[in-house]
């Protein structure tokens, strides 16, 4: 009866104990770049998909956020001269209620696919290269907000010769 | 007589009164039954002991960070109306400290709470302190004006947010003590009710002592350990490293080494010159804590 009485007592010290929340440091998302093809010719366009995956539990805001104060996700491209020209296209994102909001807000959850396509100059010589950029975010949870932060890009492509 | 003999009814309470034994039975009874209650006292006695002094403790020392109170790290900043805000002015009071950013929705729901409870108690030796870790000052005026916040607000740094044990959500609120201590830490959107709580009981507290009886409104959920940052960590020449059992030659080989290794973070730099200028990245962090634990065990350097 002791030992019953005992772990009755015990059990929702163990409950509170597990239930505390906690926010460990460090990244909550993922990105990797697809190519998809690894070759191009001057003067074509170069296409390529962010695959992002969003730790559960964990939201970014949509490129186009609900709210103005919101920073958006979005993909960041240093410039180089044999790129004269990007579109980047974006998932519509997901309208999610939260405890700490009355409004909805559309966000990114899960995996998500940005599409990226750059435009090659035509005057592109052949060679390799790499357009570096960065997935910029600011993510939350339920209760807390990260601060905004990224993940590091690159987009590599070989620029082939007009006859190859 | 057979003192072993079962008895005949349920715990022997209804002895048959026409059994020559009954009397010693009923002794033996009374005696069990007596025992029976000793033993429930002493049961009852030690969940409560148990209680009063481990559980309740374990829950306080949860919530409050060691069952200690520490100090509130220093801040010294200049408000977003260009006046000095320093929290040793504050000693005396009871203080909300809440580090949030405009761009955090949780943080914008928590301020109209705020400003109610400035309006309720600064009569009574209370103010809320608003560290914003917002970039830029801009939206932050602009927020202030349009909330009609009525406690100071200033901008903070990376520096205040890692004296405070490293700010990893928004937002982050304790609440300080007329003795300037950290009774409480909350990381994340919480009811204003319970800091109100909380706010009242740091209110009836003596300025002259620390009040071990506080009582967190909130076991679970956001309240959080209280550990601040390592001055001499954060101060240090390479940020997040705290050199004072280095030799000046292990300093010398720790910072050569990180000068000579690429930072992975994707910032470009080496890693000493990514601890310096991005004092959050967590992977130069990392690697140089790393580095540094290898030439103080090695005794390299020194």
């Not at chain 2, 009164?17 to 009397?23: E, H, I, R, V």
Request: with cysteine; charged share 25%.
């Amino acid at each position: 009866m002791i030992t019953k009485t005992f772990l009755g007592l015990l059990l929702p010290l163990v409950v509170v104990s597990t239930a505390v929340w906690a926010q460990a440091p460090g990244e909550v998302v993922k990105a990797k770049v697809t190519m998809a093809q690894g070759v191009a010719r001057p003067d074509s366009i170069v296409k390529a998909a962010v695959e992002v995956e969003v730790l559960p539990g964990y939201h970014i805001n949509d490129h186009h956020p609900t709210l103005d104060y919101l920073i958006p996700t979005e993909v960041k491209l240093d410039p180089i001269k044999e790129v004269t020209g990007k579109n980047i296209i974006y998932p519509k994102g997901e309208l999610r209620k939260f405890a700490f909001s009355d409004t909805p807000l559309s966000v990114y959850e899960g995996k998500v696919q940005v599409e990226v396509a750059l435009q090659l100059d035509r005057k592109a010589l052949p060679g390799d290269y790499e357009v570096k950029g960065k997935l910029a975010y600011q993510a939350c949870n339920d209760h807390a907000c990260l601060p905004p932060t990224s993940v590091p890009l690159s987009f590599p492509f070989k620029v082939a010769r007009h006859g190859d | 007589m057979d003192l072993n003999e079962p008895e005949s009814s349920a715990d022997g309470l209804q002895p048959q009164p026409s059994d020559p034994g009954a009397s010693v039975t009923r002794s033996v009874s009374r005696g069990k039954l007596v025992m029976g209650a000793v033993l429930a006292i002493i049961v009852v006695g030690g969940l409560y002991l148990i209680n009063r002094y481990w559980i309740k403790p374990a829950l306080m020392t949860q919530a409050n960070g060691g069952g200690e109170h520490p100090e509130a790290p220093a801040i010294s900043l200049t408000d977003i109306e260009g006046k000095r805000l320093d929290l040793s002015d504050y000693k005396g009071k009871v203080v909300v400290l809440d580090f949030w950013a405009t761009w955090c929705a949780p943080c914008r729901e928590e301020i109209p709470g705020f400003v109610e409870m400035q309006e309720k108690y600064a009569s009574q030796g209370f103010s809320v302190i608003g560290v914003s870790m917002d970039d830029e000052p801009g939206p932050v005026v602009e927020f202030y004006k349009e909330f009609k916040m009525n406690y100071p607000v200033a901008v903070g740094n990376p520096r205040i947010g890692e004296l405070y044990g490293g700010i990893l959500g928004l937002p982050t609120t304790f609440l300080i003590g007329r003795d300037g201590r950290i009774y409480a830490k909350h990381t994340g959107g919480v009811n204003p009710a319970l800091i109100e709580e909380e706010v009242q009981q740091l209110l009836a507290m003596s300025p002259n002592a620390e009040r071990i009886d506080f009582k967190p409104a909130l076991l679970v959920g956001t309240t959080t350990k209280v550990e601040l940052g390592d001055p001499a960590a954060i101060d240090s020449e390479i940020p997040g490293l705290n050199l004072t059992k280095l030799t000046a030659e292990q300093k010398d080989t720790l910072k050569k080494q990180l000068s000579e290794q690429h930072c992975p973070c994707g910032c470009n730099l080496t890693l000493l010159k990514c601890r310096q200028v991005d004092r959050a990245c967590q992977i130069s962090l990392k690697l140089a804590r790393e580095q540094m634990e290898k030439i103080l065990k090695s005794g390299a350097g020194g």
